[in-house]
């Protein structure tokens, strides 16, 4: 039987836990992912034009975000599409936007095969370039681009996608590769370290948890490290699916390259409602498929599963950034339903799964 003074202290203590949790609640939605989360690694988000440059999308990212990483504006082929041609309006508008507002900015990315300075490796007479040629070209580029952002980029992908997942070589048989072998990742590397020593250094890839890739990709950096490259950090791009890769690949990886680097960032993280994965460029955009509570179910779970190894390795992962900010925006289609939040800039289950976490399991 409780006595009136126990009776008193329990019910004081109730009011008080449901006062406490309601307060945490509302103060919980006033503040953003990269608030619940400044104890363990900044949350980016990739940014196309429209979204520093519509107001409610400004205002999302402010609230939600402490690193932008350019989706498209930034890669050197968008930038400096002929030798004496630059475009710079979209990367400086990005840029500005972080300057204003005093965001990081992720430089995506230096040398990718996908969206290159393809004229680089072809001399005036049409040959393939030279090393020598080439280098110079190469060296020119990064320079240029690096020391115009090294007041804003904290961080450079500076060579993007270049090991194969699963062929008989190693190395993704790009036309970079095969004029110029591996030498054009040292030398890229080198390079961005010139323009910008203080700035980090990435390899990024996508399957990089996947055993057989992380392999390749861990052999290289270390290779690389080996004969002086400056590579400080790895680039895990976490093109997933609510099916995988599974936590226990993505624990594994992250382990293992923590082995050779101290910065890991999941550089493009989204979570697609079927059944691929990776950054290929040719895949599904899906079917019209609304997403229904079972979807929701198994990407807010998916998302939570990799949160949770995210936060567990939270002493080398320095950032965690979403690959474009809405549904809508998603290089996958909106039909995949990848992210955060829907096309009409609204939370999903799977936000409230990442950011209602338990800090202590
Ligand atoms: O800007 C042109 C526009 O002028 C033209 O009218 C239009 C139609 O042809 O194309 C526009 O360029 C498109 C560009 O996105 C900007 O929207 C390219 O065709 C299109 O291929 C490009 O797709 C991007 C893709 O990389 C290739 O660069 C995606 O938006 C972007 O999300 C995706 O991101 C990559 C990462 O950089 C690296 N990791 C994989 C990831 C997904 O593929």
Redesign the pocket.
Same mark, same amino acid.
């Given at each position: 039987m409780m006595t009136y003074h126990t009776k008193r202290t329990f019910l004081f203590v109730l009011l008080t836990l449901l006062l406490t949790g309601s307060a945490n609640a509302q103060t919980h939605e006033a503040v953003g992912l990269k608030d619940v989360y400044r104890n363990y690694f900044t949350i980016g988000v990739?940014v &196309?034009q429209r979204n520093v440059t519509d107001p409610t999308q400004m205002a999302l990212i402010k609230k939600e975000f402490n690193s932008i990483t350019a989706?498209?504006d930034m890669?050197s082929g968008?930038l400096h599409p002929k030798e004496d041609v630059w475009r710079w309006q979209g990367a400086d508008r990005i840029a500005n936007f972080c300057r204003q507002n005093g965001i990081k900015l992720r430089g995506?990315?230096l040398v990718?095969h996908?969206?290159f300075c393809d004229w680089m490796m072809t001399d005036k007479n049409g040959r393939p370039a030279s090393k020598r040629l080439f280098f110079k070209r190469l060296r020119k580029h990064i320079h240029t681009v690096v020391k115009r952002y090294k007041d804003v980029v904290y961080a450079w992908d500076v060579v993007?996608?270049a090991m194969d997942d699963g062929g008989p070589s190693a190395y993704r048989q790009s036309q970079l590769y095969k004029l110029y072998g591996d030498e054009f990742i040292a030398k890229a590397f080198k390079y961005a370290h010139e323009a910008d020593p203080s700035a980090l250094l990435f390899y &990024?890839d996508?399957n990089a948890s996947m055993p057989t890739k992380r392999d390749r990709i861990y052999n290289m950096v270390k290779k690389m490290q080996a004969a002086g490259v400056p590579i400080t950090g790895i680039g895990m791009?976490g093109?997933c699916n609510i099916y995988g890769p599974s936590a226990q690949d993505v624990d594994a990886a992250l382990t293992k390259y923590a082995e050779l680097v101290s910065h890991i960032h999941i550089t493009?993280l989204d979570v697609r409602c079927n059944k691929e994965m990776g950054?290929?460029?040719q895949f599904s955009k899906g079917d019209t498929q609304q997403m229904t509570d079972s979807l929701a179910a198994l990407q807010a779970a998916q998302y939570a599963r990799l949160f949770q190894v995210f936060r567990n390795h939270k002493d080398v992962i320095d950032n965690v950034t979403f690959?474009?900010l809405c549904d809508g925006d998603s290089?996958l289609g909106v039909n995949n339903h990848p992210l955060l939040f829907d096309e009409h800039l609204q939370p999903k289950r799977a936000y409230y799964k990442v950011k209602h976490f338990n800090p202590n399991n």
């Open positions: 990739a &196309n989706e498209n890669k968008s995506h990315c990718w996908a969206q993007n996608e &990024n996508y791009q093109h493009e950054g290929q460029l690959w474009n290089w």
